[in-house]
């Protein structure tokens, strides 16, 4: 009978262990994300948002780059993604990570991710579709596992009532009212 290999297990439970905290990760990220609307659609009081993006920001290491693209912008430290996140240019979202691929090496870890997106810019009161990938970087830290990189590329985005087959990618002036909202 042959013996089994004990570090073998244990290391095969601490991946398992590593992939359940990142995805626990991941699902707090979209959490706080969402958690700064009301259920009418409604972006919560100022102070309300400053303690949720304290929150959202927390999930990356000091050192994080939150890069978003040409759509989204560059965002390089924790103080950087909290003033973005705090901010924002919707007035409500709901995040869905969907088909998580995590491949953890060691005391770091990448991910890619599949987004898909309702939300309402807050200028012209505009719902969208979005949709996205999101190639992630972890690094276990003393804190547990947190976001060291988030790399966020548009599929389409595009207003609820117009087919992404017709209009593709920000029929609106999403740069602008993400960039007011930064400023």
């Known amino acids: 009978m042959a013996s089994i290999d004990m570090a073998s297990i244990e290391e095969r439970i601490r991946r398992l262990e590593d992939i359940d905290a990142i995805r626990d990760?991941?699902?707090?990220?979209?959490?706080?994300?969402?958690?700064?609307?009301?259920?009418?659609?409604?972006?919560?009081?100022?102070?309300?948002?400053?303690?949720?993006?304290?929150?959202?920001?927390?999930?990356?290491?000091?050192?994080?780059?939150?890069?978003?693209?040409?759509?989204?912008?560059?965002?390089?430290?924790?103080?950087?993604?909290?003033a973005f996140v705090r901010k924002g240019g919707w007035s409500f979202a709901m995040h869905y990570f969907l088909n998580p691929r995590i491949d953890i090496d060691g005391d770091t870890a990448k991910a890619r991710w599949m987004l898909w997106q309702v939300c309402t810019l807050t200028e012209g009161d505009t719902p969208c579709w979005m949709s996205a990938i999101e190639d992630d970087e972890y690094r276990r830290t003393p804190e547990g596992w947190l976001m060291s990189r988030m790399t966020f590329r548009l599929k389409f985005m595009t207003r609820f009532d117009v087919p992404w087959t017709e209009v593709r990618n920000l029929p609106f002036p999403v740069q602008q009212a993400l960039a007011k909202a930064k400023g």
Not at 42 to 47: A, E, G, I, L, V
Not at 52 to 67: C, K, N, P, Y
Not at 72 to 81: N, S, Y
Request: hydrophobic content about 30%; overall charge negative; aromatic content about 12%.
């Open 25 to 82: 990760l991941k699902a707090r990220y979209a959490e706080y994300a969402d958690e700064k609307y009301t259920d009418d659609h409604r972006r919560k009081p100022q102070d309300e948002l400053d303690r949720i993006g304290r929150l959202q920001a927390g999930l990356f290491t000091e050192d994080a780059v939150w890069d978003g693209g040409e759509h989204f912008g560059l965002c390089e430290g924790r103080e950087a993604i909290y």
